[in-house]
């Protein structure tokens, strides 16, 4: 079995295309880059419970519905 370079010309080519294509996609919708990581705090769950406690929350919701939207 041939083994292939991981970094053979071919390899490097498709990657870089894939890379252009992610950067054309994000500049089309206007996505920027993430500075402040503190942003992606989500402020909806007490501080006071666990994660076992949110996770037992969630899945007793998903139980109780037919759609699974939790």
Do not use: Y
Not at 1 to 24: C, F, G, I, Y
Not at 39 to 59: G, I, N, Q, Y
């Amino acid at each position: 079995m041939v083994q292939r370079n991981p970094t053979a010309p071919d390899d490097v080519s498709a990657a870089e295309t894939a890379r252009k294509e992610l950067e054309r996609l994000a500049a089309e919708q206007h996505v920027r880059p993430l500075i402040d990581f503190d942003s992606l705090k989500a402020d909806f769950w007490p501080e006071d419970e666990s994660v076992d406690d949110f996770v037992r929350t969630v899945r007793e919701r998903r139980q109780a519905s037919e759609i699974r939207s939790v």
